[in-house]
T-cell receptor, first 114, second 110 residues
Framework: EAQVTQNPRYLITVTGKKLTVTCSQNMNHEYMSWYRQDPGLGLRQIYYSMNVEVTDKGDVPEGYKVSRKEKRNFPLILESPSPNQTSLYFC?????????????FGPGTRLTVL | EDQVTQSPEALRLQEGESSSLNCSYTVSGLRGLFWYRQDPGKGPEFLFTLYSAGEEKEKERLKATLTKKESFLHITAPKPEDSATYLCAVPGWGDDKIIFGKGTRLHILP
């Protein structure tokens, strides 16, 4: 089944404790992206990747890191999480680079930083 | 600056009461406009892509239209299962960002 998977689905952590949220797609998509969704602010893009080893900042990259060493994986790293990073996070992928194709979203990761 | 604005923020309709959702956009060059549906706690699901002014696409009770400045999502004779948040998005111009509107929360009352 074609899908985007994220792990973990739920995470409660404390300020300053490094964490990684994994994202994997099995559709051989080139474009992958991370979003956060907050009430009243909508979906905001954190980072995106046009292909392996090519990443760029979205609108809200501060406090986050990403890497794209393999085509299928695009982990999101929070080196020192803070309470303002409490949010619902979505990973997405689309077939071609450029952001002009349909995006397929993962199920989401609900992160709480205490 | 590329921007997407959706209105209204929320809409409550009676079952069978048709209406339209609006998505206005500001980008230097449109490379596509996307509509997604999102159920609570789930990832958005693709509905439509529109590429040029005058284009229309339909799916069941939904029809999306596009002009040079905005898109409409028309919902005809909605049912309670159409209740969801509807999002529109455009690719940025000059980079590969994707900009989403804040969405319209649609609630259909039985």
């Amino acid at each position: 089944e074609a899908q985007v998977t994220q792990n973990p689905r739920y995470l409660i952590t404390v300020t300053g404790k490094k964490l990684t949220v994994t994202c994997s797609q099995n559709m051989n998509h080139e474009y992958m992206s991370w979003y956060r969704q907050d009430p009243g602010l909508g979906l905001r893009q954190i980072y995106y990747s046009m292909n392996v080893e090519v990443t760029d900042k979205g609108d809200v990259p501060e406090g986050y890191k990403v890497s794209r060493k393999e085509k299928r994986n695009f982990p999101l790293i929070l080196e020192s999480p803070s309470p303002n990073q409490t949010s619902l996070y979505f990973c997405a992928s689309s077939l071609t680079s450029g952001g002009t194709d349909t995006q397929y979203f993962g199920p989401g990761t609900r992160l709480t930083v205490l | 600056e590329d921007q997407v604005t959706q209105s209204p923020e929320a809409l409550r309709l009676q079952e069978g009461e048709s209406s339209s959702l609006n998505c206005s956009y500001t980008v230097s060059g449109l490379r596509g406009l996307f509509w997604y549906r999102q159920d609570p706690g789930k990832g958005p699901e693709f509905l439509f892509t529109l590429y040029s002014a005058g284009e229309e696409k339909e799916k069941e009770r939904l029809k999306a239209t596009l002009t040079k400045k905005e898109s409409f999502l028309h919902i005809t004779a909605p049912k309670p299962e159409d209740s969801a948040t509807y999002l529109c998005a455009v690719p940025g111009w000059g980079d590969d960002k994707i900009i989403f509107g804040k969405g319209t929360r649609l609630h259909i009352l039985p």
